[in-house]
């Protein structure tokens, strides 16, 4: 028996659309190639926002990292800021992917956002990404001034893999010392390797949109080995950490037929245990992704819990 009956009805036109993705080393060019296509099919909406590019130093020799910027026309001085890490298992996707949802927050928040074009596996393994949103994040502490924005209200957001990224980053930045992190905002995120070869899988979970099988090949793509051993590094499965404590004000949200969410409920439930303030929200009858259905009863409570927390933290 399946899960559709489960699946809230304002969503069931979004399953019915979407075609199946099957993700395997034939299948990830044509994806890859297709995306960009897709991308700009979607509006935008009109917005008094400026986006940009902006390329920031890697710290590797010449090497530069792409990131799209977003400032409010009319951003205060001492403006708060947002690193965001867009989705798509570590394989696919660009910033360009999320610029509506970004340019509405940073319409709403009068917030400076910085998405990152982070290098993609299977060509770039772990921890090339992680370091290259690392070095947006120093970017963003040493340009402070001159952007204009606030070192102390740096949040760092992302989505299924993006957070994940954000997971990692702020573990390494806890553990390196060099740059605070104020706030981790985290949206359905890829967090243990373990899901994807668990025996014992959830059955009512990851049917739809990102199923087990698609985080499988993921997690080979962004290790280069079989998830689920003894030795993943928890900067790339930020559930492998032992230590959860002197992290920063944190958000889970993820839907309750989601394929991470017993991992997302679990690494709330260590994060109070440790200490750190976190705020949680599982929506029911809601699948990896929903937010796609942007019009739908659930995307939009979604939507207005981002904007409420992050307006929060930025309070703070």
Request: glycine share 8%.
């Amino acid at each position: 028996m399946g899960t559709r009956h489960l699946v809230d009805p304002g969503l069931l036109p979004l399953i019915d659309a979407m075609p199946p993705m099957v993700l395997s080393d034939a299948s990830l060019p044509m994806i890859r190639a297709a995306l960009p296509a897709m991308i700009k099919a979607v509006p935008l909406p009109d917005l008094p926002v400026t986006i940009g590019d902006v390329l920031v130093p890697s710290g590797e020799e010449d090497r530069t990292v792409r990131c799209m910027m977003l400032r409010p026309d009319a951003m205060a001085d001492n403006a708060p800021a947002i690193l965001h890490m867009h989705g798509g298992g570590h394989v696919l996707g660009m910033p360009e992917m999320n610029a509506g949802t970004l340019i509405q927050w940073a319409d709403a928040l009068g917030c400076l956002i910085l998405s990152v074009d982070y290098r993609l596996s299977p060509e770039t393994r772990f921890p090339g990404a992680l370091e290259d949103c690392y070095a947006a994040l120093r970017w963003l502490h040493s340009e402070a001034d001159h952007l204009g924005i606030d070192r102390t209200r740096i949040a760092v957001s992302g989505e299924s893999a993006g957070g994940a990224l954000a997971a990692g980053l702020a573990l390494l930045a806890r553990d390196r010392g060099e740059f605070a992190i104020a706030f981790q905002h985290l949206e359905q995120p890829r967090l243990d390797d373990r899901t994807a070869t668990s025996a014992t899988p959830n059955p009512h979970t990851g049917e739809f949109v990102w199923t087990r099988a698609s985080s499988h090949f993921c997690w080979i793509a962004q290790l280069g080995k079989e998830p689920g051993g003894d030795d993943t590094s928890p900067y790339a499965a930020p559930a492998r950490a032992t230590d959860l404590s002197g992290l920063p004000r944190t958000f889970i949200a993820v839907g309750a037929l989601d394929l991470f969410v017993d991992e997302c409920l679990e690494y709330a439930h260590r994060l109070i245990r440790a200490g750190v303030p976190t705020e949680l929200h599982v929506y029911p009858g809601c699948m990896h992704g929903f937010g796609m259905a942007r019009d739908s009863a659930p995307a939009r409570r979604a939507q207005a819990d981002n904007l409420a927390a992050l307006r929060a933290a930025f309070s703070v």
